[in-house]
């Protein structure tokens, strides 16, 4: 994770990278609102979603803890905050996977290998991410199963709410190519912070394409 050392004194403690503190914290906000909503909604694909949304909240979670305090509590703080914030992301690929392979076996979740093998893989990422602690992994992961995903939409692009989630996942793109190449506007607004508005956009237009395929479909 690359630090760039922007900070407040607030009531007495040093908050690291506030404004990134700040846009991680908007996505958990609107997540926890996805799931709850989403959840909501008694279906198999529905609960998929659910928890996609629900662990993407929760990695934003750990990773404005992990921004705002740095090395203050020492680095195997630190780092297992980035682990833990990586390992919650590759679950919830995980997750956007199978909300994408159920909807394109009509509601049954079919493909019980490839769950087995995506799941392995799943945890020999794990293992290499707790070895080297680094993000690009998951940026390339995530690019994968957003690409299977924008596939799988593509190919229904008609049905309601699969242009939305569509359109949604080709904007998440735009984060992943803003965070690889570092595009800030200043120090106090970087490419991470232009890199979570981007996300949280992308995220709102899947919430709303998925709440309209979900009440689209008839016991799925």
């Given at each position: 994770m690359n630090f760039d050392y922007t900070y407040i004194i607030f009531l007495g403690a040093i908050i690291f990278e506030p404004m990134t503190i700040l846009t991680?914290?908007?996505i958990t906000v609107f997540c926890c609102f996805a799931f709850y909503k989403i959840n909501k909604i008694n279906v198999n694909l529905a609960r998929k979603?659910?928890?996609f949304f629900l662990l993407i909240g929760t990695s934003s979670l750990l990773g404005s803890i992990g921004h705002g305090v740095h090395f203050q509590l020492g680095a195997t703080f630190l780092r297992t905050m980035v682990f833990l914030m990586n390992a919650v992301s590759l679950v919830a690929i995980y997750f956007c996977f199978k909300a994408a392979n159920i909807y394109?076996?009509?509601g049954k979740d079919s493909g019980k290998y490839a769950t087995y093998l995506v799941l392995l893989w799943i945890l020999v990422l794990l293992v290499i991410t707790f070895i080297q602690n680094n993000f690009l992994l998951i940026k390339i992961h995530a690019g994968i199963v957003l690409t299977y995903s924008l596939a799988v939409h593509l190919l229904t692009y008609k049905k309601p709410?699969?242009?939305?989630?569509?359109w949604g996942i080709i904007v998440s793109f735009l984060s992943i190519i803003v965070h690889s190449m570092h595009l800030s506007f200043s120090e106090w607004?970087?490419?991470k912070d232009t890199a979570h508005i981007i996300m949280l956009v992308s995220l709102v237009m899947i919430y709303k394409?998925?709440?309209t395929k979900l009440f689209s479909l008839k016991g799925i």
């Open positions: 991680n914290m908007f979603w659910a928890w394109m076996s009509t709410g699969s242009s939305l989630i569509s607004f970087n490419y394409g998925v709440t």
